[in-house]
């Protein structure tokens, strides 16, 4: 998240006085002085853990500094979600208290209870649960994903998620237009989307869409129980197979977008990973190939976006592989373009 530390020795979008000020007046039993630990890994919205003197420790999300798009870092949006969330069985954090008061620590923010677990999203971090414990991993993984959809969206709560139209011509309009006006000479993203748009599936179940459920959003138990569901900013109603089809994307293209759960390592393959979501919900899922094709187009189009920032030098000087980061695009689509090809 790139949450370098200021001249203070305070984290980037921490004002450690303000933010003490705040916790000793809305959070009970803190212990200051407080502490604030950057989570590093994020491309959005910062995060911290703050821990006190009595070795308490909480969650602290707010956006990035600098200019931004307040409605791509709405993280009282997010509060708002997982507030309305916290009594429908899916594994989340408390949400403990919100502030859109800036003179705090310069931006909106929210805290939640720290949750302690496994964000399965490398090997070293699949290695602390035992064996024996990853098909249980997998199987709370889906029935996570089953609980969000599961989410009753007919009430008024929910009416400021509500969009006219269809998810994915949605979807399908706002990545190309995304595209375009990046000025991205990508050929092969264009000609994918001109496949996904021609014979798109009816969308016959609407709900509470996640929009990036993956293992490495999630906090499991060395147990395998899911502890919570993470990352909410993307959060829309809209057709749930969706989520199913970016969570076999992501499980499916560890070559190409990092780390993914393998059945050599006793994680559930692909197959296993859908199967199940069909049994614990009922729902048919033949189309799900043209999700997870629509869901690589996407990475595919984030990939792309991430690739002309670099390149353009706006990302800062990290150490990434450039030729893999200007491969991507074209490799997600190459996989979208194939799957679709067979249905």
């Given amino acids: 998240m790139n949450a370098e530390s200021t001249a203070t020795g305070q984290p980037a979008g921490i004002n450690a006085a303000g933010v003490t000020a705040w916790f000793t007046r809305y959070v009970g039993g803190v212990c200051p002085p407080l502490t604030f630990d950057p989570v590093p890994g994020g491309r959005s919205n910062l995060t911290y853990i703050v821990g006190d003197d009595a070795g308490n420790r909480w969650v602290l999300r707010r956006p990035p500094t600098g200019n931004v798009l307040p409605s791509a870092h709405n993280v009282l949006r997010e509060w708002a979600i ?144 899911a502890r919570a569901v993470l990352d909410w900013e993307l959060c829309a109603l809209g057709d749930v197979l969706a ?56 990475l595919g189009c984030i990939a792309d976006g991430v690739a002309q920032r670099y390149h353009a030098g706006v990302m800062g000087d990290h150490d990434v592989d450039l030729d893999m980061l200007s491969r991507r695009p074209d490799l997600l689509a190459e996989l979208s373009r194939a799957l679709l090809q067979t249905r």
């Fill in 82 to 225: 997982q507030s309305r969330l916290q009594h429908t069985g899916i594994p989340l954090p408390v949400m403990i208290g919100h502030s859109s008061d800036h003179d705090v620590t310069g931006a909106d923010f929210y805290v939640m209870s720290y949750v302690d677990g496994v964000v399965l999203d490398s090997d070293a971090a699949a290695d602390r649960i035992p064996l024996p414990a990853r098909a249980q991993a997998c199987g709370n993984i889906v029935e996570s994903l089953a609980a969000i959809h599961r989410v009753d969206c007919s009430t008024a709560e929910f009416d400021d998620l509500r969009r006219p139209g269809g998810y994915l011509d949605r979807q399908l309009r706002r990545w190309i237009k995304q595209l375009d006006a990046s000025g991205s000479s990508n050929t092969l993203l264009r000609e994918v989307h001109g496949l996904l748009a021609r014979n798109p599936p009816p969308e016959r179940w609407t709900g509470l869409v996640h929009g990036d459920f993956r293992p490495g959003n999630m906090i499991l138990g060395v147990d395998g129980a």
């Fill in 243 to 298: 989520d199913l089809g970016w969570l076999a994307a992501v499980w499916t293209s560890r070559e190409v977008i990092g780390w993914a759960p393998e059945p050599e390592h006793g994680f559930w393959s692909v197959d296993e990973v859908i199967s199940r979501y069909h049994t614990v919900t009922g729902r048919d899922v033949t189309d799900i190939g043209y999700y997870q094709a629509f869901a690589l187009w996407r």
